[in-house]
């Protein structure tokens, strides 16, 4: 064919590019969609970097132990040092690789979640920072495919309308999770830092980061919609391949606003990933796998027969859970029954090892031992009394069969089994032996398992039912312990206003006392008996009161009148002040009980004082001019204020004191404290006030961050533990009321004291995160260790 006959021929590729964007260039819209994502994604990164700086260092304050308490100072240094190299570093990834794709025809970086082929791993397994931050990566692409699923459809289409490829892979897509991120992960490469320290941030991504994207992508479907490209999308088009498990049919794919309804199985597929790695490592070490086991040589089941399969699998272990062993035991399920009604064995290790293994399908398989490790932490988790956690153990298989249902369990915090178990565990942190098993909470929760058990087969409503009755059950139950705790805390405020009442009185007599030189009955009088007013006046009104100044400026006449009386003024000043002054001290001493032969004496040795003054002072041509009959005459007033009416209130009202600033108490009852009521007291040996001056270290620093609702658990003499809740801190923060679960017995300490024991390691904190979180994390270690 000659040259000039190409020219008349029309190349049809071109003319369906052209009309596949309906008239509008696609570079141009190819770098909206890079701007408006790098700019976002630099934006919520910095947003995810603050919030991360918090939640780290609130951490660290949680955490005992050194290296732990390190690793989170150590995290949120970076995220609040690095903050601009990091967010910068993002950005430049991000565009960098998009423009690579954009001139290559395919994405090129230098790892991905959807590459993450585990034969490969095996062969660098000597490289764990390499496994750690493949890992990473892929927990971070599977948190954004279970969030994003719905927009990610309409991205994945209309970018390959743009890019002229008909099915855009997920690992193909530019602006997809997996070039997110690997742009994020190769920022933090550019850090001089641990992995570790650097996986606490992509925690942080994890958390904060997806549903961020979530509303980027929404942004630029809407914007390539509004550009024209590809404004409706055929209802039922399914994504092919990709990382997520599954992806749903959508009414109106990439539509903005609308939610998701994919099942998100990021966790899930990472635990899996992990548990299939360290499966294949020891089947290369020449450990012996079950059948069915993943990893396993015919543990996959042909796909026509996996509904079948499964159905028979949760069959079989219904008919575990309810106690029904005579038909599955003759299908060849060697299984103890004793050891399903104990709930202390990990019975789903058992089932692993019996020939219900065999009959499994892969996931199946995988889930059943993902589940077996969650309950092989619970079972030996030290934060929950054994009786409490061999009630939860009996759940095992329940828990399996929801697991087996819905892989949501793994990742959804609220899932109702999820919650459930979560409760259940913060409720037994606080029982107590000492309840018996016949009544409260062991037998609630006893009865509430019992029904799952029962009425459980594969609709996980139950578990919601369950949850709203024990919460029903715990609230009650708060309802009481707060009035106790309410008491417990009056008697707690009561004894700490009497003790900074007598240091305040105490001072203020020293004070006075040590200042100038007194007859030796008015030092005893002033620091026994008029002390001893001083606190009852500062207890009742306070220190900024009419009826405690009153108390002091008696104190101080009292004083001035018993000191030598130079000037003739000061002689008649006396005898102008004695009248309103005896009477003031005939009151102030009947308010403390003086009996009337202590008073009477007081007062003859006080008129002796007086004369004393009066006559030390006198010139010796003024001796002749004051004569006995003047004392005598101070005698005879001094009478007159003896048989006087008391009538202390006027001069110290007395106001009830006001209810302590319980924030966890809405209503303080009202009755008395019982005579018998258990409020045990660590005796007060310092200052209350000076009981906030800790000592500037990690114990010091721990009991100044203390919250209510904190439970610490006490060393006591004879090594024996207890567990108390801190309830309530005093409005002077001179002492910490701790309470037990039911608030029926109440321990009070100083600040200082309660350093001491942390410091001395006769006080821990109990971890209060969530159960299934713990055990998730803990997982997670240990399946990275065994890679």
Request: charge should be negative.
């Amino acid at each position: 064919m000659s040259t000039s006959s190409y020219k008349n021929v029309v190349d049809m590729s071109k003319f369906d590019k052209l009309r596949a964007v309906s008239g509008a260039s696609g570079v141009p819209l190819l770098n909206d969609c890079r701007d408006m994502a790098a700019a976002q994604l630099a934006q919520f990164a910095a947003a995810m970097l603050d919030k991360a700086v918090n939640e780290l260092f609130e951490q660290a304050e949680k955490s005992l132990g050194g290296e732990m308490r390190n690793l989170y100072m150590d995290g949120m240094a970076l995220a609040r040092d690095e903050k601009e190299a990091i967010t910068t570093g993002f950005k430049r990834q991000f565009i960098q690789g998009f423009n690579k794709h954009i001139r290559k025809g395919k994405y090129a970086q230098p790892s991905s979640a959807s590459s993450f082929n585990l034969a490969e791993m095996e062969l660098s397994l000597i490289d764990l920072d390499a496994l750690e931050e493949s890992l990473a990566l892929a927990n971070i692409t599977n948190n954004i495919h279970g969030t994003c699923a719905e927009e990610l459809f309409g991205i994945e289409k209309r970018l390959g309308t743009l890019l002229h490829v008909h099915e855009l892979d997920s690992a193909d897509n530019p602006i997809g999770p997996e070039a997110i991120g690997s742009s994020f992960m190769e920022a933090l490469k550019e850090l001089d830092s641990s992995v570790k320290v650097k996986l606490l941030l992509v925690m942080m991504f994890n958390k904060y980061m997806p549903d961020q994207i979530k509303n980027m992508y929404q942004d630029i479907n809407q914007h390539l919609v509004e550009k024209g490209v590809l404004p409706k999308i055929r209802v039922g088009m399914k994504k092919h391949g990709g990382s997520a498990a599954r992806q749903p049919e959508f009414h109106a794919a990439g539509a903005t606003g609308s939610e998701p309804t994919a099942n998100g199985p990021d966790l899930f597929a990472t635990l899996q990933q992990l548990v299939s790695l360290g499966n294949s490592g020891m089947a290369g070490m020449g450990v012996p796998q079950q059948a069915g086991q993943p990893g396993a040589i015919g543990g996959t089941m042909p796909s026509d027969g996996a509904a079948v399969q499964s159905a028979g699998v949760m069959s079989t272990l219904t008919k575990l859970q309810q106690g029904q062993f005579e038909g599955v035991l003759g299908e060849g399920v060697m299984l103890n029954p004793a050891l399903l009604a104990n709930g202390r064995t990990n019975v789903l290790r058992e089932i692993k090892s019996s020939g219900m293994a065999s009959v499994m399908g892969h996931v199946d398989a995988m889930t059943l031992d993902i589940v077996a490790m969650l309950f092989d932490y619970i079972l030996d988790d030290r934060n929950i009394p054994d009786a409490m956690k061999a009630l939860i153990g009996r759940l095992q298989i329940p828990v399996l069969k929801v697991a087996m249902l819905d892989k949501t369990f793994f990742s959804k915090k609220a899932h109702p089994a999820r919650k459930f178990l979560d409760t259940l565990a913060d409720a037994a942190i606080g029982w107590d032996e000492e309840e018996g098993h016949q009544g409260g909470l062991y037998k609630k929760v006893d009865h509430l398992v019992q029904r799952i058990l029962n009425e459980f087969e594969d609709k996980v409503g139950v578990f919601a039912d369950m949850q709203e009755e024990l919460e029903s059950y715990l609230a009650a139950e708060k309802e009481r312990a707060d009035e106790l705790t309410g008491r417990s805390a009056q008697v707690v405020q009561t004894r700490e206003q009497e003790e900074i009442a007598r240091i305040m009185a105490h001072d203020e007599v020293k004070r006075r006392i040590e200042s100038r030189k007194l007859p030796q009955i008015i030092r005893e009088f002033l620091s026994h008996q008029w002390a001893s007013m001083l606190s009852l006046t500062y207890q009742k009104s306070g220190e900024d009161s009419q009826a405690w100044n009153e108390a002091l400026e008696t104190m101080d006449q009292l004083i001035w009148s018993v000191v030598a009386k130079e000037v003739p003024d000061d002689r008649k000043k006396l005898v102008g002040l004695l009248p309103n002054l005896l009477k003031r001290l005939q009151q102030g001493m009947a308010a403390i009980d003086v009996t009337g032969d202590e008073r009477d004496q007081f007062f003859a040795k006080l008129i002796r004082c007086h004369a004393d003054a009066v006559k030390s002072g006198l010139r010796a041509e003024d001796e002749e001019a004051w004569q006995d009959t003047d004392i005598e005459n101070l005698a005879e007033e001094t009478e007159v204020v003896a048989e006087a009416p008391t009538d202390f209130e006027e001069i110290t009202p007395s106001p009830e004191a006001p209810a302590p600033d319980l924030a966890l108490i809405q209503q303080i009852s009202e009755e008395p404290v019982p005579a018998d009521f258990d409020l045990e007291e660590v005796p007060i040996s310092d200052v209350p006030w000076q009981a906030n001056e800790l000592q500037n270290d990690d114990s010091g620093a721990l009991v100044a961050k203390l919250k209510r609702g904190t439970w610490i658990e006490f060393v006591q003499a004879d090594g024996t533990t207890s567990r108390s809740k801190l309830a309530w801190v005093s409005p002077l923060k001179g002492l910490y009321l701790f309470t037990n679960r039911l608030g029926s017995r109440a321990l009070s300490i100083t600040p200082s004291r309660l350093t001491e024991k942390f410091r001395s390691g006769q006080a821990q904190i109990i971890n209060d995160e969530a159960l299934i979180d713990r055990a998730v994390s803990d997982m997670m270690g240990r399946l990275q260790q065994v890679a």
